[in-house]
């Protein structure tokens, strides 16, 4: 006697493919914002009280399932309050990357050849003068921040320094960290091919993982890039060492030439 088995595979539709690949890319952000910091383990934390409630109520253990279901209620509220930060930058990140896209795709066909040329060589232009002032600076062991945003607004920042909005130049960057102008302390920002502001103010990381060795000046960039989209160059003080921070993490002791590749590719137009 023959046994036949029907085993019925659910159908796998094209949207089921996507859906996974969305969850996966959102997952991936969330990861790359929250890696390194304290926050990730709470984050966990949370999903693991999320998961342990919809096992016991597949178990139908009520009493269990009614006791993690009253913490699952509040996660979201609980999850906003903890990640404000990270989801702030989480939103910045997904809607600059869709209007740069936008952007790119537009200027494909309405830009014309000339006017590419022309950015182009006002790109490189500051590029120049950028990584000019920082390599003095980083010479004659002058401490500064450089905060580049590109085209995000950093009005929380800017408003705490001095309004300039002025034509970049490596001897406006260079007097403006000078040790006797009353601008020195604090960080300038780059918005918009302007010298935006200077002597602002920037938020210090409470990463635990930073070098022991990290500065007020270190901490300060990695704290901004940790809540926002940008990208902070700093030199120490000490040494002149130039260093580097994107996305809340800290790269030291950049050479000129990783300084060129640094620039290139995180200075927008």
């Given at each position: ?56 109520q597949f178990l139908d253990m009520k009493l269990t399932s009614s006791l993690f279901g009253q ?98 130049s490596h001897q406006l960057i260079e007097s403006v960290f000078n040790k006797n102008s009353p ?87």
């Amino acid at each position: 006697m023959l046994l036949y088995l029907d085993i019925s595979l659910p159908s796998l539709r094209l949207w089921d493919v996507v859906d996974v690949l969305i969850v996966g890319y959102l997952f991936y952000l969330i990861y790359q914002l929250l890696k390194g910091k304290i926050a990730f383990n709470i984050f966990i934390g949370v999903l693991a009280i999320f998961g342990i409630w919809k096992l016991t109520q597949f178990l139908d253990m009520k009493l269990t399932s009614s006791l993690f279901g009253q913490f699952a209620s509040v996660g979201i509220i609980m999850l906003l309050i903890v990640f404000q930060p990270e989801i702030r930058k989480f939103l910045l990140v997904l809607g600059n990357t869709t209007l740069r896209q936008r952007y790119n795709f537009l200027d494909r066909w309405f830009s014309d050849a000339n006017q590419n040329e022309t950015d182009s060589n006002e790109k490189l232009q500051i590029i120049r003068s950028i990584k000019t002032a920082i390599l003095n600076l980083s010479k004659d062991r002058t401490g500064a921040l450089i905060v580049i945003s590109n085209n995000i607004p950093l009005d929380t920042i800017g408003n705490t320094g001095v309004t300039l909005d002025s034509i970049i130049s490596h001897q406006l960057i260079e007097s403006v960290f000078n040790k006797n102008s009353p601008l020195h302390d604090g960080a300038i920002i780059i918005e918009n091919n302007k010298l935006k502001a200077a002597s602002c103010v920037l938020p210090l990381s409470n990463n635990e993982n930073l070098p022991s060795k990290s500065g007020l000046r270190h901490r300060a960039a990695v704290g901004t890039t940790e809540q926002n989209d940008v990208v902070v160059f700093i030199i120490s003080e000490e040494n002149g060492h130039i260093s580097f921070s994107k996305n809340g993490s800290l790269k030291q002791d950049i050479s000129e030439n990783e300084l060129s590749e640094l620039l290139l590719e995180n200075f927008e137009i």
